[in-house]
């Protein structure tokens, strides 16, 4: 993240953190600080606490939703084609 992405994350009016958005997922606070870790959920750590925003996480949700529909989908295909 560069220093001008970083600043206007960080001027974002809806920072949380990776606890209090754990409680908007169906995911452990500590698989979305490894997301963050990672740099697959936009996050920023100040001291020990990872801070993301709201839009963060529900865009996050929603790659995944679609990332399971597309193997879904696959999936049923292939199912077919043994069938």
């Known amino acids: 993240m560069s220093e001008q992405e ?11 953190s990776i606890v209090e958005a ?3 997922t ?3 606070a500590d698989y979305l600080s490894l997301l963050a870790r990672q ?8 001291a020990r606490n990872w801070l993301t925003t709201r839009k963060a ?8 939703q ?3 529909q597309r193997i879904t989908t696959e ?7 043994v069938m």
Not at 6 to 16: K, N, P, V
Not at 75 to 81: A, I
């Open 39 to 46: 740099g697959r959920l936009p996050a920023i750590k100040i």
């Open 26 to 28: 169906p995911y452990s």
């Open 22 to 24: 754990a409680k908007l």
């Open 66 to 68: 679609v990332n399971h």
């Open 57 to 64: 996480i529900f865009s996050y949700l929603q790659e995944q």
């Open 6 to 16: 970083r600043l206007a994350f960080l001027s974002s009016t809806d920072l949380l």
């Open 75 to 81: 999936l049923r295909q292939m199912q077919k084609g």
